[in-house]
Structure formats: C-alpha cells, structure tokens
C-alpha cells in the first residue's frame, strides 16, 4: 500500500476508528511521507516535533483561509475556531493568547487540586449510587465529561445550571476539526457552533451589566478597554474554543486512559495503591492512546524535514498519535508502559501553539484515575465501548461500565496486555 491510498484508508470510518494499523503502514513510507500532491504525513516523533517548532510552518490562518477555503466566512462552526487562538499565527495568535495565559500558570492549576479532588468524589459517590444495583453506567456521561467541564465552566464563570448544554453543542463543532468533513457535518457544525456563540454572547452581556472574578469578565474588560487587544469576534471565538477546549480532550483522555487501565490490571493496580505514581500513569496514557490524534500546518517557505523536501504552500498532517507510537523514540511503543523514562508524547502539541490548557488536563486526569480505582475497586467494563468516527479528537461514544466486580460481565474486547490497533 503506497502512502496515499494509506492516508485515504486513515480518512476512512473504519481508519478513523482504530488509526493504529494504518500509522504503520504510513510509517513504512518514512517518518515523513508525501501522501499526494503537496500533502505530506507525518509520522516520526521528531520530526512532527521540529515542524511544531519551526516558524516556517503555521496553521490555516484568515490569508491562507482565503486562499484554500473561498466562502469560510458563511460557516459559523469555520468562522468561530479560525477567529480563536487556535486558527492564527503570530502575532494575533501571542497577543490573544497572553490575555488568557494568567489563568493557566502552573501555581493557579496546582491550587485547584483541591477543587478538582472535591468535585471527583462527589461524581465518584454518584456513579457508585446509580451503579450499586449492578445496573451498567456510561462512564462518559456520570465522570468523564461532568468533571473537566465542571472545572473548565468554573474557571469560564458558567453557571452550573447551564453545564449539561454543552456537551453536544461542542460534539457538534468540533467536527469541523476533522481533515474531512462532509456538508452534512458542517452543517452539523455551524449549528453547534451558533449554539455556543449565542450562548456566550448573552454571557458576555452579564458579564458587563455585573463583572465577576473569572476569565470571561477579564476577556470582556480587556476588549471593551482597548479593542485592538481583543476584537468582538474574537472575544466570542475565543470563549468558545477555551470552553470546548476544556473539556473535550480531558474528556477524552478520561475515557480512553480508563479503558486502557482496566484491560492493564497490573499497572491500574499499582497505581491504586500508590497515587504518587499518577504523573507517569497519565503521561504513559497520553502516549498510549492519545486523545488529539492529528493536527496541521501550512509551510510558508520551503524546509527540509527528516531528508524530504517540503514545498512552499505544502499541506502537512503532523499524526500525533502515530509519533507517540515512534519506535525510534519509544522501545516497544505497542506497549503500555507507565515506567518508561522521559515520555513527553507530542498530545499537547509543542512549540507556540502548545495546548494552554495541558497543565489542568493532566491535575484532572492525575487526581482523577487514584480516585476511581481506590473508591471503585470493582470497576470494570460491562460491554465493548464504542469509538467515534473522527481522528483528530479521538474518544469513545459510549462506555459503560459496573462498579461492582461481581455483576460485571466478561469483558469482550482486547484482552489485557494487548494494545488498541494490535492483531
């Protein structure tokens, strides 16, 4: 299979689901390969390092947008992440992304463990109560997306009332962050995406009538005092990508980490007993199984890259999840090892657009995974969670499980050692 029928079979739904088989075949091509005419996959770790670094390549920013995607500005779902931090270079994308940085230092997270350790046990206590008859319960919808956006809508100033709307109103957007997407999708997309603008819009409002002590009110004054810090698109944009931004991914590594530690009863067992060992735990299932797979940038000048030349105006899939599984980085990448030395997995990104949020992921998912097996020590997995079909946030759809060992079902899926993608 030559690389671009491999990067047509990823594309596919079937690809999509279990992208691991089909990183190989890519690899096989080198750790960068030209998939068709001015796209180039990138699967090696280093490499796909070095272009998130390198100045010459930025994402799909307003100019380019003009040029690739003539019509963008009619999409809402389009229009609301390329206004964000997100979907620009710098300098628009330093000066947006200072004026919210002060909420993501490493002190402030590191004082919201106490917060996150609270509002998990509370889920915890819930989901034990809705599961103490035996009765399967969806993981996703009792911990793994009421927690992180419990903390990010805290952090945002959301009212708690208005927690539950978001959750298919940014399944919805985030679409749009797939390599392909059909007008159905976008469709699907835009209403998502006016849902969540309006929403907003309506918060923002409140914020200037009563101003509080949260990141929407310190967005709001830092636009309404100097418009050229913060225009009004951007101030919604930008709200919207901080919001689904905040959960999405730890939801997602709160649902793919899970699977992964119940089909390893040793290391989740290792971990229940000794909680200091959850920094390498999360950082292990981040490589493992990470929950952005794919992102993209555009090349400005030409550059050399793991000894193939990319073009000027070169589309590139720099494959996450692909270069966490390097084996030239990590011996035995098919591997779940929590031990191993210096992980660093490329989940977050590198370089200017790092994740400003990776730092709050990590305190949820490190206080949250101790908590679970300690409290649940029977949890396990009551049937075989589905994937949804997108690559670039990957994550399950459904995942029920039991809390109680003793009704649990046999687990029908990929026995215990064996990694997702293995035959």
């Known amino acids: 299979m030559d690389a671009a029928e491999a ?18 075949r890519l690899r096989a091509h080198g750790p960068v390969a030209q998939a068709g005419p001015a796209i180039y996959a990138v699967t090696g770790y280093a ?9 010459r390549f930025g994402v799909l920013d307003e ?38 940085a002060g909420t993501f230092t490493p002190r402030r997270i590191a004082a919201m463990r106490d917060v996150v350790a609270a509002q ?16 399967p319960v969806d993981f996703l919808t009792e911990f793994a997306y009421p927690l992180p956006v419990g903390v990010i809508c805290t952090l945002l100033g959301v009212p708690g009332a208005d927690r539950p709307l978001f959750r298919r109103w940014a399944a919805d957007l985030t679409g749009v962050l797939e390599p392909e997407i059909t007008p159905d999708e976008l469709a699907v997309a835009d209403r998502g995406a006016t849902e969540l603008r309006d929403y907003f819009a309506e918060l923002v409002g409140a914020r200037r009538r009563a101003p509080t002590d949260d990141l929407t009110t310190a967005l709001v004054q830092a636009h309404d005092a100097d418009g050229g810090r913060l225009s009004g698109d951007e101030l919604l944009a930008n709200l919207v990508v901080l919001l689904v931004a ?29 909680p200091e060992f959850a920094p390498g735990h999360v950082e292990e299932l981040l490589r493992y199984d990470s929950p952005v797979q794919l992102t993209t940038r555009i090349s400005d000048a030409p550059a050399t890259v793991g000894g193939v030349e990319v073009p000027a105006g070169a589309w590139v899939l720099l494959l996450l999840g692909a270069a966490n599984r390097d084996p030239r980085r990590y011996p035995e990448p ?18 200017p657009h790092y994740c400003l949020g990776a730092g709050l992921a990590r305190l949820e998912a490190q ?28 994550g399950y759809e459904t995942l029920p499980v039991t809390t109680d060992t003793a009704s649990a079902p046999p687990h029908p899926g990929t026995p215990a050692g064996a990694a997702p993608g293995t035959p």
């Open 367 to 394: 206080v949250a995974f101790p908590l679970l097996l300690r409290r649940l020590p029977g949890l396990a997995l009551a049937g075989r969670p589905r994937h949804r079909a997108r690559l670039t946030l990957r």
């Open 246 to 274: 905040g959960f999405e991914t730890t939801t997602n590594l709160l649902g793919n980490g899970l699977v992964v530690l119940l089909e390893h009863p040793r290391e989740a067992d290792a971990l229940r007993g000794h």
């Open 334 to 351: 098919q591997r779940f090892d929590p031990w191993r030395p210096q992980s660093h997995p490329l989940s977050f990104g590198a370089g």
């Open 7 to 24: 990067l047509g079979l990823l594309m596919s739904p079937q690809g999509r689901v279990d992208p691991y088989p089909t990183y190989e």
């Open 63 to 100: 100019p380019l947008r003009d040029q690739f995607l003539p019509g963008w500005r009619d999409s809402p779902a389009i229009t609301s992440i390329s206004r964000s931090m997100l979907r620009t270079n710098p300098p628009d994308h330093s000066r947006m992304r200072r004026l919210a």
């Open 47 to 55: 490499e796909a390092d070095e272009i998130l670094r390198d100045p």
């Open 120 to 135: 998990a046990d509370e889920l915890v206590d819930a989901m034990a109560a809705r599961g103490a008859g035996g009765e």
